[in-house]
C-alpha cells in the first residue's frame, strides 16, 4: 500500500508549497527562516484541504493542528519560542514553525481563507521576503501584501497586524 503520504491531500499540497517557496523567497532551510518556510507549506496546505489539520488522512491521523500547535507539541506563540542549535531540526524548523502558521490561521479566521491565501502568495510572489527573513520580516511582508491587496486601512490589512499581535510577533526588532 506503499504512499499513505501522498494520499492525503494536504500533504501533497504541503511538498508543493515548498516548491513555490524555494523558487520565490528561497528561504533557507534553518532557524527562524526555515520555520517560516514550514509554517508558510502548512498555510497554503490548509487552504486546499479546508480545515486547520495537517495531515488527518495519515494513518496515524493529524501531525499537526495550525489552530493549537500546542496539541502536538509545538508552541503557538513567541512565548514558547525554542531556540535550538543547528544540529536540531534545523534549528527548530518543525518546533517553532507554528509561531507563523498560527498567526495566519487567526488572520483567517477572521478575514477569510481567499484573502489569507492571497496575502501569503503575494508576499512570496512579490518577493517581500529574502532567504534570510525572520518572523518580525514575515510580519512585515504580510502587512505590505496586505496593504498591497486591500488598502492600508483595510480589516484585511488590520487583521494581519491582529493575528501578529496575538502570537507575539512584533513589527520591529
Not at 507539541?73 to 519560542?81: A, E, K, V
Not at 512585515?140 to 502570537?167: R, W
Request: glycine share 10%; charged share 20%.
Amino acid at each position: 500500500d506503499g504512499l499513505p503520504f501522498a494520499r492525503a491531500l494536504d500533504v501533497v499540497a504541503h511538498e508543493m508549497t515548498h516548491g513555490v517557496i524555494q523558487f520565490t523567497a528561497g528561504l533557507d532551510y534553518k532557524f527562524q527562516p526555515g520555520a517560516i518556510n514550514e509554517g508558510l507549506a502548512d498555510v497554503m496546505a490548509c487552504m486546499v484541504d479546508p480545515d486547520w489539520l495537517l495531515g488527518e488522512d495519515l494513518p496515524g491521523g493529524p501531525i499537526r493542528d495550525l489552530e493549537n500547535p500546542q496539541k502536538y507539541g509545538i508552541p503557538g506563540t513567541m512565548s514558547g519560542y525554542r531556540t535550538m542549535p543547528l544540529s536540531r531540526d534545523n534549528g527548530g524548523v518543525h518546533e517553532n514553525m507554528g509561531i507563523p502558521s498560527r498567526a495566519f490561521q487567526l488572520a483567517a479566521a477572521s478575514i477569510g481563507r481567499e484573502k489569507t491565501a492571497r496575502i501569503v502568495y503575494l508576499m512570496l510572489d512579490a518577493l517581500y521576503l529574502t532567504p534570510q527573513a525572520q518572523f518580525t520580516d514575515l510580519r512585515l511582508a504580510a502587512a505590505q501584501s496586505a496593504v498591497d491587496l486591500f488598502g492600508a486601512d483595510s480589516p484585511e490589512t488590520a487583521a494581519i497586524k491582529t493575528s501578529f499581535d496575538t502570537v507575539g510577533i512584533p513589527d520591529g526588532p
